[in-house]
Every structure is written in structure tokens, then in C-alpha cells.
């Protein structure tokens, strides 16, 4: 008991290091990924749009000076100066920034939907690396172990018990292996370079690879919160958005109301002297703007209903897609144990008889067709053993951009 306490104690310890270390890397890339600064620089553009609709339209301002002066009783004018205020309907501004503060929101879900999808692409490249170095370790323990047979085969030949054929075919298998194991070097370095872009630095960079990961004893329990997606917080703030937008329409679809003043300097009669003679004219006024001819606010109502209902079709959509995504994503990494417990059972039945096949060695009757099967065999057992462990984790990181 005090066995298994201690291996469940260390295996609990290596995912732990395993999650920090990945965690960190994703930090990484979400500090330094263009991708992501630019979808939070479009995030700071749309919530500065909010200041923008703080707005008035412009203040007109006119002067004029009279060609021929009109007389008047109390003298000629001379020129005429207005200015005039025209303000949209009571609530017109803020309707126009509440719809600026929902398109910001959008914009933020937008980002954040980036940085997600960003730690899960770091996930798989990371789990890919750690796949391609597994291998060559895997390829490396059996190249030692096909170094120890042909040690083996070339003193069965000296006493007549094997052939120098057999010798022949176990240093065939090695190249073979060797081979393997250069191409999974060039593969993890091109795997090391996706996974340097990803992190924004150079592709050369070093990248630390856990060098064992195993399957945890039990799954961390699933959470359906589908619902709290950001991929689907989104339509619902864009369907708000078209609320904010449809309601802005009819703020903008009522009247304007003006306000100006005009100016009129008055030159002084000397021909007489009346009353308030030379007295300038200053003249406060009133106007109305109202769109009589409003297709253009009726369409866009039509609009804004049909957008959302096209919101509503593409949220249930996407969660039917997010839904079998995540089944599809458990019954994966079930498989992926199940897989790994039924690999690691067949590895140990190899050692096993890797086991009886040395044994047999002693008595001088060792079958190197054997050694070789058996040596593939295990080899198999443990490059899909190696796959299993990549598919779990995999598929775990899809669980949980899907439901955390």
C-alpha cells in the first residue's frame, strides 16, 4: 500500500510540473503573439469608438454682407452673421454609446476566443514535441537492446548456434531504426520551430520537454458549460449589439431639434433721428429637422430583425458543433486509455518473453527470427503506447477549451 501511495504521489506530482510548465509556455505566447496583440489593439480601437459617439453635429456658422444695404426705419443693415446648434433627439447619444460599448464587448469576446484557441494550439504542439522526443528515446532503448542481441548472436555464431545471416539481419534492423530515429529528429526540429512561432521568439529557441508524461489514475471531472463558451458568448452579444443598433435607428429616425442666432448690424439714419435709431438686430430661432422621407430608418429596422434572427440560426449552429466536438473529445481520450492500459499490458507479455527468449540463450537455443519478431513487437506496442499518451492529453486540451 505504501508502494502505490508513493507512485500515485509521484505521478500526481508530474502532472503537476507538466501543467505548470505548459501553463507557462502559454503565458508566453499570449505576452508575445501578434495575433493576439492585434486582436486586443482592435478591442482598444472599438472601446475608443465609445468616446467617439460622445458627438454633436456641427455648429454652423454664417456671414454675409448686404450688396445693396436694405433700408429699414431705423437705418440700413449692413451685414448678417448667424450661428445654429442642431441636436438630435433626447437619448440619440447615449443610445450611440451604448451601441459603440456593445460593439466593444464583441470585440473583447473576439480577443479573448483568440488567446483560447492560441492555448490550444500551444497544447497540441507541445504534446506533439513531447510525442516526437518519446519516440527517440523509445527507438534508442531498442537500438541498445538490438546491440545486446547481436552481442549475443555473434557468440552463438563462434559455437555454430546461429548464422552470420542472422547477425546480418539484426544490424539491418538497427539502420532501420536509426533511420527512424533521424527523420523524428527533423520532424521535432520543424515541430520546435511551430512551436517557437507560436511563442513569438526564435526558432532555434531550446524548448523544455517533460522527458516522461503518463496518464493520470482518473479524469478530471467535465463540467457541460457549453453555454459559458466564449464562442457562443458571442453571438449573444452580438444579437445585443443589433439591439443597441436597432434602437440607435429609431433614436436617429425621430426629429432634430435646432437652435441659432442671428445678427444684423443696423447703420444710424441721419436723414431723421427715430426711435431706437442704429439699433442692431439680434434674432434667437427655433428649428425642427424631421425626416419625412424615412424609408431608409424603416429598412434598416427589416435589417437589423433579419440579422437577428440570422444570429440566433448561427449560435444553436455552433453549439451543435461544440457539442459533438466534445463527445467526440471524451470518447477520444477514453479510447486513449483504454488504448494505453491494453499497450502496457502487451509490453509487459514482451518483456516477458524476452525474458524466456535469453533464458533460452543459455541452453543454446535462442531463435534469432524470434528475437527480431518479438523486437518489432515491442517496439510497436510501445510507439502506440507513446501516441496513446499524446491523444489523452490532446484530447484533454480540447475538453477544456471547450468547457473552462
Known sequence: MKGIATMVSLLLVGVFVQGQQLQSYIQQAQDNNPDIRAYELRHEIAEEKVNEANWLPNTEFGAAIFASEPETRTGPQEAKFSATQMLPWFGTVSAR???????????????RIAKRKL???VAQSYYALYTLKAKQNVLADNIDLLDTYERLALTAVEVNNASAVDVLRLQIRQNEMKQQKAVLQEQYLAEQAN????LNQDWRSFIEVLPQIDIPISDPVITDSLQ???ELTRFDKLYESVARAELLNRKESAPMLGFGLDYVPVQERSDMMPDDNGKDILMPMVSISIPIFNNQYKSRTKQNELR???IESQKQERLNVLRSALAKAKSERNAARIEFNTREQNIQQAKNAEEILLKNYETGTIDFDDVLDLQELQLKFQLEQ????????VESAVINYLTN
Open 97 to 111: 454609446e451604448n451601441y459603440a460599448r456593445a460593439t466593444a464587448d464583441t470585440e473583447y469576446l473576439e480577443y
Open 119 to 121: 492555448a490550444l494550439n
Open 195 to 198: 512551436f517557437n512561432g507560436l
Open 228 to 230: 459559458l463558451n466564449p
Open 308 to 310: 437577428q434572427s440570422e
Open 386 to 393: 507513446v501516441e496513446s499518451i499524446k491523444k489523452y492529453y
